[in-house]
């Protein structure tokens, strides 16, 4: 018997809705789910292919301990035992800080608030976060001090009502196909679209001050610190902003003249913005613009990042961060903290911040982390400076990684659980639109593995804790996480069974959920406007590494590959990894297309496949990061942004040699 | 027009007949443009018509196709199904934006050197006169 | 008259109870009142979940081909559009007819957008929306049923017809379609003429519109507008993906086969051109290719553009006749004889 089960994909953050199609008990393959109202019948090749990796025979199936060189397969009871066993052991011995744990932006929500919890309730320690520090940290810090919400403010349907749309640092065909749709529809019905480069926001202030075409009513009744702006705006002149970008000035008046002017100005961006040492700062001069022309709280404007994974808005929601616990409720506020205790039935919960992933693998090396675990994360190939994680992970008296792949973080592992996958488990994704969907189980997990949260309960158990963690049902986890998170409280499994979900806030049962944020007034009260000021990257070219190196993705491939790369169709369009150089570099490097090349940066070197065109521009080489056998990361520069502790993923000085033949 | 226009022509040959019909012209030293570049293949039933289409996406000008005459192909049928390909092709052509006389299907017999010489200088005119493939310029 | 219809809901409880079918394909409710999905039922209970207003979001026909149970007996609740895909399907091997019981809807149009929870039901010229009767607004409509020629499901084994005051009117088009109708005790209607002049009026209406204006361009402006719609393509495979027509195992157009350019997005205009003489001189216009791509390229305008024009040359009509084959693969007797090179 064939059934057509709804769910949501596992890639990106849009947040589409599929149905896959079940055959005797078998996932047999995807279709689209036409009610649903971000895919709306529709899909991108990742979306069509979603089920493929499923049934890949890579898939962990048994608990792993290692034993020398090499994995012994054991029972679950051992492997939970040993994990539990040695957990607590460090925790007595070197206390809580001593741990680390990784959550994972593709698990549930539920399983998300579980590990953190369980950090935080169990272990005793804040050191908690996951990949949304690489990606969209400086997001949800700039966000939050100039709005007071550090989510995407408006929703995906209503980006075809803008009449202008500034899309900077965003790929936004490969990444979020969907999305692009809606820009696409937005054009087609009239709109402009701005193509932009980070670097060349506060010339488009400039201009738009200088030219009266601020929205003055907005600013004087619903921001603050306009003045602060408007000074560093002021001392600006254009023809410097012009030699930093390499954009003309004629083109960043025409981009601020179309924006100003526009009924709904709508900004939409993701890692050209974020993945920088001034990611916070940039995401600041984003609400800058949008709040100097009043382009916030209704359809078609708003400030819009795309959050990458399916559901990396969910991980932050629900408070996979060392700073907050869930809700964005600080670790540091005294009630916060009572409150949550209580419910969590414990006396008291750690109260300074925890260490974010690049500290975390700092920390590693210096010896004060000695334990980590990771849920469904690689960062073998995601973090920055691969040969500083690996041996920091390496320096670890202890891994656990808990993932449905033997990814190559795995290898480095003393126990590996084999977790179930999307398809394979109920529970709720958050997608980057505010979107809490429910995703719905297909067919009964693999060979021996389990759902995350499973294993986390067993884990809780066994170390004691059990009472904080005897869940029957997924329904009952998220029963209990909307009692702390405020902004899913009226959210319920009942009123998700609908395509489309709900949107948070959603703090009341009748409360129909939020498309728009901060329509009458922002969530802090006033917008705040921050004064930006260029700064430097903290790597320039130099002699010895004349090109910038910058990374980004690919249609088909999904980050780290440990699904798309064992998914024959999806794998079969790019299956190999590259680096795009300008025609011009190439020529006076004497390398053709397709010649084996080295690329090297102060962090490593790697054997690549050059691709000579002019998708770049002279002096600037794109990799994509997906491949570990060609992997960019080797390559990128740690350095990290002061307050949102993201790494500049986007930026390094490089150089390109050609291999003999 | 543009005068100076050498068009590139494709020509697909079946073994047996058409393409033995240029070689037969080519050792009876009867001239014919050299704008066509020949690609035997076993039965003109054997062209693939999205390779047509390639080749038409790849810029080239105009592409022949050579059989044996009704109720002469080696395999019988062949050239009815490489008739009824044509006709096909022809249509889509014209829907798509390119013209229809691009694409010709002509019986040229092994016999029938002069014929293929004179097949060749006509399609080569027209060719010229039609012009450049505008994918050319419209990016292929 | 509302979203669900008694009569082929009977229909349906009659062949499964009769055992003239293992299950029924159907598009039916799904999670609440407006999602709508397509259901594989057994149970008696899912039977109610059958819903018949004009939207149709996928083909049928194409969810037969990939995913059925080979050994069952399927029955299938379908416009005309699947009952024609079935029909080719079966030509080209891929279904025996036999183990299909097809019950047809009459049809007239389905929309092209669903306005969330709003019953729609399209009738020839006129339109109920939640109830209240109106002058149908063609624009609604998906833009391939506008060019439809084909609202009567002759194909099917029954063909139901659902008039304005919600009375059903069915009859049975071959034997089977008896045995369909008396498993469920329905009087079989003997000479009923549904009158389809309106629904002939205004596709040929459709068609000299939206062919009619892409003949009217200059060969190089019809050119430029193809290019430009191919080059917004995401190569998502959607358009292949919900083809009836589409089958292929080792699909032409996958990296493997070394044809399209891997690592290109917009993959090269090969791609489509690919798809369009593979199945173009059959194209069922059932436009599911248009309606799953994302980037409201108009497919369905392209191929079935083409057919109409192979199909006047080759007077072939697709979807009719089982054993009429299709016209690129199959030669007919008449063409021994003809010594030229065109068929004219």
């Known amino acids: 018997m064939t059934k057509f089960v709804p769910t949501i994909c596992p890639y990106c953050g849009a947040g ?110 804040n050191n908690v976060d996951h990949c949304a520090r690489l990606c969209h940290a400086s997001t949800v810090a700039g966000l939050v001090a100039a709005f007071g919400s550090g989510a995407m403010t408006n929703s995906i349907s209503d980006i075809e009502e803008a009449d202008c749309i500034f899309i900077i640092g965003s790929d936004t065909m490969s990444q979020h196909p969907l999305i692009a749709r809606m820009v696409m529809i937005a054009k087609e019905k009239g709109a402009k679209i701005i193509l932009a480069d980070p670097r060349r926001v506060n010339g488009m202030m400039k201009y738009i001050l200088d030219n009266g075409l601020e929205n003055k009513a907005f600013i004087s009744e619903r921001t603050e610190d306009f003045e602060k702006l408007k000074e560093v705006l002021h001392s600006l002149s254009l023809d410097e902003v012009e030699k930093i970008t390499g954009v003309a000035k004629g083109e960043i008046e025409k981009a601020a003249l179309l924006y100003a002017q526009a009924k709904e100005g709508c900004i939409i961006y993701a890692m050209g913005i974020t993945q920088h040492t001034t990611g916070t700062d940039n995401v600041l001069s984003m609400a800058n613009l949008a709040m100097l022309t009043g382009n916030i709280g209704r359809p078609g404007t708003g400030v819009n990042p795309l959050r990458g994974q399916n559901n990396v808005q969910g991980a932050c929601d629900l408070g996979a961060l060392p700073n907050v616990l869930p809700g964005y409720q600080a670790v540091t506020d005294d009630d916060i903290r009572m409150v949550i205790a209580k419910v969590w039935g414990v006396a008291e919960l750690p109260s300074h911040v925890g260490l974010t992933v690049v500290e975390m693998m700092n920390a590693a090396l210096e010896g004060k982390v000695k334990a980590m675990y990771i849920m469904g994360e690689n960062p073998m190939v995601s973090d920055p400076d691969i040969s500083h994680v690996e041996e920091g992970l390496n320096n670890l008296d202890f891994l656990v990684v808990q993932d449905i792949f033997p990814t190559e973080t795995a290898r480095l592992a003393d126990v590996v ?245 | 027009m543009n005068n100076d226009f050498e068009p590139k022509l494709l020509g697909f040959l079946c073994n047996w007949c058409s393409y033995a019909g240029a070689d037969l012209a080519g050792v009876s030293r009867f001239q014919y443009p050299p704008n066509i570049r020949v690609i035997r293949v076993m039965c003109s039933a054997r062209v693939d018509p999205v390779y047509v289409m390639k080749a038409f996406l790849s810029g080239v000008d105009g592409v022949l196709i050579g059989g044996c005459h009704p109720g002469e192909c080696h395999y019988v049928k062949g050239n009815y199904y490489a008739r009824r390909r044509a006709v096909m092709l022809r249509k889509l052509l014209e829907v798509i934006g390119l013209e229809p006389e691009r694409l010709k299907l002509e019986w040229v017999s092994a016999s029938e050197g002069t014929i293929f010489a004179e097949v060749v200088k006509d399609f080569t005119q027209t060719i010229k006169s039609l012009g450049p493939n505008p994918l050319k310029s419209e990016g292929i | 008259m509302g979203k669900y219809n008694e009569v082929i809901r009977n229909i349906v409880r009659g062949m499964l109870r009769a055992g003239l079918v293992d299950e029924v394909l159907a598009f039916a409710r799904g999670l609440t009142e407006s999602d709508i999905i397509p259901l594989f039922i057994t149970d008696q209970q899912d039977v109610d979940r059958i819903v018949t207003i004009s939207y149709y979001p996928s083909s049928l026909a194409k969810l037969i081909a990939e995913y059925r149970d080979k050994d069952k007996k399927i029955g299938m609740v379908v416009r005309s559009c699947d009952a024609r895909a079935m029909v080719e399907l079966a030509k080209r091997q891929q279904l025996n007819l036999e183990n299909f019981y097809l019950v047809g809807i009459e049809c007239y149009g389905v929309v092209k957008n669903r306005d969330k929870g709003h019953e729609i039901y399209i009738f020839s010229k006129e339109m109920k929306i939640d109830g209240e009767l109106k002058p149908l607004d063609e624009g609604i409509l998906s833009p391939n049923c506008r060019r439809c020629e084909y609202p009567i499901p002759t194909m099917a084994d029954v063909s139901c017809r659902i008039e304005q005051s919600g009375e059903t009117l069915v009859t049975a088009n071959t034997e089977k379609g008896r045995k369909i109708l008396s498993a469920a005790n329905i009087p079989i209607e003997e000479g ?133 084959l299709p016209p690129v693969s199959a030669i007919t007797d008449e063409d021994l004889v003809k010594p030229g090179v065109d068929l004219d």
């Open chain 1, 16 to 125: 589409c809705g599929m149905l896959l199609v079940v055959k005797d008990g078998t996932v047999v393959g995807t279709r689209p789910w036409p009610e649903q109202p971000i895919s709306q019948g529709k899909l991108c090749i990742k979306g069509w292919q979603a089920h493929e990796f499923i049934y890949h025979e890579d898939r962990l199936k048994k608990p792993l301990i290692k034993e020398g060189d090499s994995f012994k397969e054991v029972s679950w009871e051992r492997a939970i035992k040993f994990v539990a066993q040695r957990l607590g052991e460090i925790r007595d011995k070197s206390g809580p800080d001593s741990l680390a744990f990784l959550s994972s932006a593709r698990c549930t929500n539920e399983e998300n608030y579980l590990l953190q919890k369980f950090a935080r309730a169990v272990i005793g320690t």
């Open chain 1, 417 to 661: 659980l084999p977790a179930a996958s999307w398809a394979e488990k109920e529970g709720t994704f958050t997608g980057t639109d505010r979107r809490v969907q429910l995703i719905r189980k297909a067919v009964e997990p693999l060979w021996e593995s389990r759902p995350d949260w499973e294993i986390i309960c067993e884990l809780a158990k066994e170390m004691k804790a059990g009472e904080g963690f005897s869940f029957s049902s997924v329904n009952q986890i998220f029963e209990e996480m909307r009692k702390v998170t405020p902004q899913y409280a009226g959210i319920s499994f009942t009123r998700l069974g609908q395509p489309g979900g709900l949107q948070w806030p959603c703090p009341k049962e009748d409360y129909p959920g939020t498309p728009i944020l901060h329509g009458k007034v922002f969530t802090r009260g006033r917008g705040k406007f921050h004064p930006i000021i260029y700064r430097k990257p903290a790597e320039s070219p130099t002699d010895e590494f004349p090109f910038i190196l910058t990374t980004g993705r690919v249609m088909s491939q999904w980050h780290t590959r440990s699904m798309t790369g064992r998914s024959p169709a999806l794998n079969a369009e790019f299956p190999e990894g590259f680096v795009e150089i300008n025609p011009e570099d190439a020529r006076k490097l004497g390398v053709s297309d397709a010649d084996s090349v080295e690329v090297s940066s102060r962090r490593g070197k790697i054997q690549t496949k050059a691709r000579v065109t002019d998708k770049v521009a002279p002096g600037v080489i794109f990799m994509p990061f997906h491949f570990a056998e060609q992997a960019a990361n080797r390559l990128t520069n740690p350095a990290l942004d002061p307050i949102a502790k993201i790494p500049e993923l986007k930026v390094c000085a490089a150089a390109v040699r050609p291999l003999m033949k």
């Open chain 3, 192 to 324: 009923r003429q549904s009158d389809v002049t309106a629904m002939k009026e205004r596709a040929a209406r459709w068609q000299d519109r939206e062919f009619g204006e892409l003949r009217e361009m200059e060969s190089k402006e019809r050119l430029s507008y193809w290019l430009s719609q191919f080059d917004k393509c995401i190569k998502c495979y959607g358009c292949r993906n919900a083809c009836p027509l589409c089958y292929c195992e080792d699909c032409y157009l996958g990296p493997e086969r070394l044809l399209i350019q891997r690592e290109e997005i917009p993959p090269q205009r090969l791609f489509h051109i690919t798809r369009l003489v593979h199945v173009g001189d059959s194209c069922l216009n059932c436009g599911q290719c248009e309606a799953t791509c994302p980037m409201e390229i108009p497919i369905s305008k392209l191929y079935h553009m083409l057919y109409k024009e192979l199909s006047g040359i080759f007077q072939y009509e697709s979807g009719l006749d089982i054993d009429t």
